[in-house]
Antibody, heavy 119, light 110 residues
Framework: QVHLVQSGAEVKTPGASVKVSCKASGYTFTNYVIHWVRQAPGQRLEWMGWIDAANDNTKYSQKFQGRVTISRDTSATTAYMELSSLRSEDTAVYYC????????????WGQGSLVTVSS | QSVLTQPPSASGTPGQRVTISCSGSSSNIGRNYVYWYQQLPGTAPKLLIYRNNQRPSGVPDRLSGSKSGTSASLAISGLRSEDEADYYCAAWDDSLSGPVFGGGTKLTVL
């Protein structure tokens, strides 16, 4: 069975960085893309970027360009999302999800990682 | 960042049929498939419909999707209390080389 298991909740101060991990199992890691999507409290889903696990190609939303870095470790079948220069508006649940390349065919999703930014 | 447009809320009584619309543009829905997700409170989204109208195994056939031009819709018939959730549409956007989501529709079963 396909699973994505994310790292735990984090509390960060403004200006800091956070790195969230997403451990994949139950499928061939390099056959799919991993996307990162976040959801602020009571808000809509917001796409951040994706990484092609096969070739390390990445694409970021213009909104997060320069602040987000998505990476992967094929030996660990794990993807990572690092967001820098955190501000209070970055408080959100961050999800990883598997997709077929070039589609928003997101299945499954990780359980989500709550990142709280507070002074 | 462009987004897809959904009504913020919808409602129905048990047994009724409700539809949720999703409007986009030529760069997303107009030339790509539409996907639908259900999000129950405090949980991650779950895939309901892929490629406009296909259901993953386990999704009941009282849920259906359709697409016409730059719009799509999700229909839920035989409404049940457990259908109360947030529903999101999504499509690939060729101009962004990434996905776009609708704003979400909160479905209330009265």
């Amino acid at each position: 069975q396909v699973h994505l298991v994310q790292s735990g909740a984090e509390v960060k101060t403004p200006g800091a960085s956070v790195k969230v991990s997403c451990k994949a199992s139950g499928y061939t890691f390099t056959n799919y893309v991993i996307h990162w999507v976040r959801q602020a409290p009571g808000q809509r889903l917001e796409w951040m970027g994706w990484i092609d696990a096969a070739n390390d190609n990445t694409k970021y939303s213009q909104k997060f360009q320069g602040r987000v870095t998505i990476s992967r470790d094929t030996s660990a079948t794990t993807a990572y999302m690092e967001l820098s220069s955190l501000r209070s508006e970055d408080t959100a649940v961050y999800y990883c999800t598997r997709a077929v390349a070039g589609t928003p065919w997101f299945d499954p999703w990780g359980q989500g990682s709550l990142v709280t930014v507070s002074s | 960042q462009s987004v897809l447009t959904q009504p913020p809320s919808a409602s129905g009584t048990p047994g009724q049929r409700v539809t949720i619309s999703c409007s986009g543009s030529s760069s997303n829905i107009g030339r790509n498939y539409v996907y639908w997700y259900q999000q129950l409170p405090g949980t991650a989204p779950k895939l309901l419909i892929y490629r406009n109208n296909q259901r993953p195994s386990g999704v009941p056939d009282r849920l259906s999707g359709s697409k016409s031009g730059t719009s799509a819709s999700l229909a839920i018939s035989g409404l049940r209390s457990e259908d109360e959730a947030d529903y999101y549409c999504a499509a690939w956007d060729d101009s962004l080389s990434g996905p776009v989501f609708g704003g979400g529709t909160k479905l209330t079963v009265l």
